[in-house]
Each structure stands twice: as structure tokens, then as C-alpha cells.
């Protein structure tokens, strides 16, 4: 696992260079002789790379839906100096205290790496890459949260802080961990990986009776919020009690044997505890508390935290609880008992730290990317969800990708519309708008319809299996940066 995260620095002795004959052939070649243009207008190009370059603004992506957000430098820092500013959760450090700390945690990584390999968990080979990896102190960035209210103090969105992994000494042991953990997420009861699980959920509620109504319930702010010694013993608890899984997926995938609880806990630990960071090689930072945005096992962490305080939930539900569902923090419920019953059942999850705003929907509710609604006869329908900051971009048609890439985009996205549309009716009117989309990208109207008479003929059932995506090996998906970039 881990030669699949640090790979070897060795290269080829021939690497394609100018001077090789390679390198003229492949420049002679109609695409860069210029006869195929790029996506954008000189004049397009020029005005991006301006307001890019210009100082008085940061050009960045929202925390949620992909949005493209202006925001300016003044305003950006004094959002992040706000934040940095909480005494209880970030301690000020000079640079030569903050490099000082990184010194000691590339020593304990070292520890960390020679146990791994005494156990026989890694190679020796691989336990030379980590300890020779460059590491430097990582630096800090904020996204902001257009899909929330602006602050009433300061008149602007908050940000999400995010801690940058390039350069974290843990950051190789940190994915290593995170991916013998994911074989975990099938174990975690009550746990919707995507969408498509919760539709496979629903799919199987009987009819429901009268009174029946949907309500979610959404931790606020669980990452900041979560415990450090609960998140540690939550997630070490339940590797322990599935330790088999992961030993049997090592052996099926010809692996090593995954490491003891007890080096499991300690790498936990050290990410935890020891997030150094810089603000803009300004000002710099360690972590007091709450978990770190960035670092790859705070997913299983906060899945293994809020499965220990829903378990009772899931476990010995009331008799009024129909049906449980709870993707991270986002909890999906159908409940027959009155409303200000609800925030009974949550007694073991709210605490000093832990607070829930609820949604009572009724017989319609928003979740994931998805609108439940209760039918007249008590089953169930699905219809597609589109939240208002929402941004997706298709590549464009005049993109340099490989065109059976490009016409597998469409087809991708006409499943998933149909996957999430229980009705016959919803998913022609949902495809109708997509298709107007990729329109106006210019996708060659022959693809589409090609697109869309494939997946007409596609079982949802089937799809419901799948998660709604096609199976191939091309991406089905891509952003802006990826048009751009494709030159």
C-alpha cells in the first residue's frame, strides 16, 4: 500500500527531453503547430489571466458545490486571522518553534516506520521511502461557505480552514491508513456511503403508514467539534472489532499483513496532536484542538464518532423509527411519532460539544442529492436535487481529451439523473435540462441523442447496484481547471 502512495523517485535513463528526435516529431505535429485553437479567446484568456494575477483579489473554489468565488485578499485574511485568532484552538508559534515541531514529528514518523517494518507491515524498501521523504511545514488555506449565511460580526461568509498535505511528514503513513480503513465502511452500520446507497435503502422501506413524516438532523460543525481522545478510542475500538476484515482484505490483495491496534492508535494520535502549519509564511500555528480538514483519516474518524453515538439508534430503535440512515453527519430519518418527540431520540449524541439542528420535512425532504417524497399510497419517490451553489462544468467539446472520453461524459450523467428519478417523467424533464447544458459546450447534438437512447434502454435496478455509473475505466466527470489544462 504504501508503494502505492510514495512512489519510487527512480526515471528512466532516456527521458523525453527537446533534444531527443521523439521531442521534434511530436512538436511537428498539427496540435502544436497551432492549427487546432484552444478553448478560450485570446481576448478571453487575456482578461482570466489579469484577474487572476491582480493582487487586490483571490480567485478560489467555494467549500461546496464547485462554485468559482472572487474573493478579496483584504477580506480573505481577515477571515482567516478571525479564525487563527481562537486562543482555545490554535496556539501562535514563532517559525523556529513551528520548524522545531516538525523536527519532532519526522522523529516520531521515523518510530512510527521502523515498528511497521519490525511487524512486517511494510517492506524495507518502503520503510526507507517514508523516512526519506521531504517534509516541510505545510501551510494553511481557506475555502468560503456560500452555501451558509454571511457572519452577523463581519458581514462575510465563513471559510472552511484546510491544513495543506503537501509537505505533512504523516501525510504517506496518514493514506496508508485511510485506505486499509475504507474496506471498514461496509462494517459501520446505519452508514450511507453515497447516494446510491440511500436509494438502495429506500428502496426496500414497505409501504409506510399514516402519519409518517421524514426528518434529517445535521451536526453543526462536526469536525471542529469532535473530542480528540473520543475520536481516537471511537476509531481504534472499532478497527479492533474488524480487525479480520482488514487482515482478509491484505490477503486478497496480496498485501502485507495491515499494523496492530496499537500502531493504529499511535499514528492516530500523532495526527491529531501535532498539526503545525503556516499562514501564508506569515504567521504560524499548532492545533489544540479538533480534528485536522486535509488529513485523510478524519473521514473514518468522524464515521467511527458518530457510529458510537447513534449505535443506540440503530441497535434498539423506538418503535416509531422506520427507517435510519446517516451519511458522516447528515442523518435521514422517517419517524411516525409527533415532532417534538424527535430530539428525544438524540439524548446520547448531543453533548457540550456535539449540537443538531433538525429539519422536519414531512412528506418531502432534501438529501444528499436527492428530494424523498412520502406518495399518497406510502411508498417512496426520488427526484434529482440541485443544491443553489451547485456548479458543476463539462469539459468542453474543443477539449484535447480523447473523444470517446468526452461522448462517455454525457451518457454518465443521463445515468445518474436516472438512477436518482424514480419517475419515468422526472428523468426526461432532469435529462432535457443536462442535455441543454452540453449544448451550450458544444457537444455535437448526434452524441446526444446517441447518449440519451442508451440510457433510456438502462434498468434503473441495475443502476441501483452500480451507484449509476457506467462500467468503464474513462472518468465520467471533469472540471473548468481540466478544460483549461488539457492544452
Known amino acids: ?18 533534444s531527443n528526435i521523439l521531442w521534434s516529431e511530436l512538436f511537428s505535429t498539427e496540435i502544436l503547430k497551432g492549427k487546432i485553437g484552444t478553448n478560450f479567446s485570446t481576448s478571453a484568456f487575456k ?31 481577515k477571515e482567516a486571522l478571525r479564525q487563527l485568532g481562537d486562543k482555545n484552538t490554535y496556539m501562535g508559534l514563532s517559525k523556529t518553534e513551528a520548524e522545531g ?7 516520531h514518523k521515523i518510530i512510527v516506520t521502523n515498528t511497521l517494518e519490525k511487524h512486517n507491515c511494510i517492506t524495507k524498501a518502503e520503510g526507507s521511502r517514508v523516512r526519506n521523504q521531504q517534509f516541510s511545514l505545510p501551510a494553511t488555506y481557506f475555502l468560503p461557505n456560500i452555501h451558509k449565511e454571511k457572519r452577523e460580526d463581519t458581514g462575510e461568509f465563513a471559510a472552511r480552514p484546510i491544513i495543506a498535505a503537501v509537505g505533512r511528514p504523516f501525510k504517506a503513513l496518514d493514506e496508508y491508513l ?8 461496509p462494517c459501520n452500520p446505519g452508514l450511507l456511503i453515497d447516494t446510491a446507497a440511500l436509494l438502495r435503502d429506500l428502496a426496500t422501506v414497505p409501504n409506510l403508514p399514516p402519519g409518517a413524516k421524514l426528518f434529517s438532523a445535521d451536526v453543526v460543525s462536526l469536525y471542529p467539534s469532535i473530542d480528540w481522545v473520543e475520536a481516537v478510542d471511537d476509531s481504534t475500538s472499532f478497527y479492533m ?6 487482515k482478509e482484505f491484505c490477503e486478497k490483495n496480496d498485501m502485507l499483513p495491515p499494523p496492530p491496534h496499537q500502531i493504529f492508535r499511535y499514528i492516530l494520535q500523532m495526527l491529531l496532536k501535532n498539526n503545525v502549519f503556516h499562514l501564508q509564511n506569515e504567521k504560524y500555528f499548532r492545533k489544540l484542538k479538533e480534528t485536522a480538514m486535509g488529513c485523510s483519516m478524519s473521514v473514518f474518524m468522524a464515521n467511527a464518532f458518530m457510529y458510537r453515538k447513534t449505535r443506540h439508534l440503530i441497535e434498539n430503535p423506538p418503535a416509531e423509527l422506520l427507517y435510519f440512515g446517516r451519511y458522516i453527519d447528515d442523518i435521514v430519518e422517517i419517524w411516525r411519532g409527533a415532532n417534538e418527540n424527535i430530539p428525544n431520540l438524540f439524548e446520547g449524541v448531543v453533548d457540550d460539544n456535539i449540537k443538531l439542528t433538525f429539519v422536519y420535512g414531512g412528506k418531502t425532504l432534501k438529501a444528499l442529492d436527492l428530494l424523498i417524497e412520502i406518495e399518497d399510497d406510502g411508498s417512496l419517490s426520488t ?18 481529451h480523447p473523444v470517446n472520453l468526452k461522448s462517455s461524459i454525457p451518457y454518465a450523467q443521463l445515468l445518474m439523473i436516472k438512477r436518482n428519478c424514480s ?6 424533464r432532469e435529462a432535457e435540462t443536462l442535455l441543454h447544458k452540453f449544448r451550450i459546450r458544444g457537444y455535437p447534438q448526434k452524441v446526444l441523442d446517441s447518449a440519451y437512447s442508451k440510457a433510456l434502454l438502462k434498468d434503473r435496478a441495475e443502476l441501483l447496484k452500480t451507484g449509476g455509473k457506467p462500467i468503464t475505466n474513462q472518468p465520467t466527470n471533469t472540471s473548468t481547471q481540466a478544460t483549461s489544462a488539457s492544452r
Open 1 to 18: 500500500m504504501i508503494s502505492r502512495i510514495l512512489k519510487s523517485d527512480w526515471e528512466p535513463p532516456e527521458a523525453l527531453k527537446e
Open 47 to 77: 482578461a482570466w489571466k489579469k484577474l487572476t494575477n491582480d493582487t487586490r483579489w483571490y480567485v478560489l473554489k467555494a467549500d461546496k458545490g464547485g462554485k468559482t468565488v472572487i474573493w478579496s485578499r483584504e477580506d480573505y485574511k
Open 101 to 107: 515541531y516538525i523536527g519532532k514529528i519526522h522523529k
Open 178 to 185: 485511510a485506505k486499509l480503513a475504507a474496506c471498514l465502511l
Open 241 to 246: 472489532e474488524h480487525f479480520d476484515v482488514v
Open 383 to 400: 427526484l434529482l436535487y440541485r443544491k443553489p451553489t451547485e456548479g458543476t462544468q463539462f469539459v468542453h467539446w474543443t477539449s484535447a
Open 423 to 428: 419517475k419515468h417523467s422526472e428523468f426526461t
